[in-house]
């Protein structure tokens, strides 16, 4: 996985989203990761080596084995509600 990390880095530069809630003139430590992708082979693995040593895990260590879920409150209610509707 890539990683990378500026320090000092001036909030000015940084994009506007970014900033919010930053105050001009500061300067701060920006680290960059690039997210892993699992395939559907090592997602196995990893959910069987898991399962067979339980251990209570983070919210952080669930999100980064589950993958980004980039959708909207407004598309999970729409998956939502065509599921139930095939029962229907």
């Known amino acids: 996985m890539n990683r990378i990390v ?36 090592s997602f196995d693995a990893k959910v069987a080596d898991i399962l067979s040593h339980p251990q209570p895990m983070t919210l952080r260590e669930v999100r980064a084995l589950v993958g980004p879920r980039n959708v909207t409150s407004e598309e999970a209610v729409a998956r939502i509600r065509a599921l139930r509707d095939e029962w229907d």
């Open 6 to 41: 500026r320090e000092h880095y001036p909030v000015e530069k940084l994009p506007e989203d970014l900033r919010e809630g930053l105050a001009v003139g500061q300067t701060v430590t920006i680290t960059v990761e690039e997210e892993a992708k699992l395939d559907a082979e």
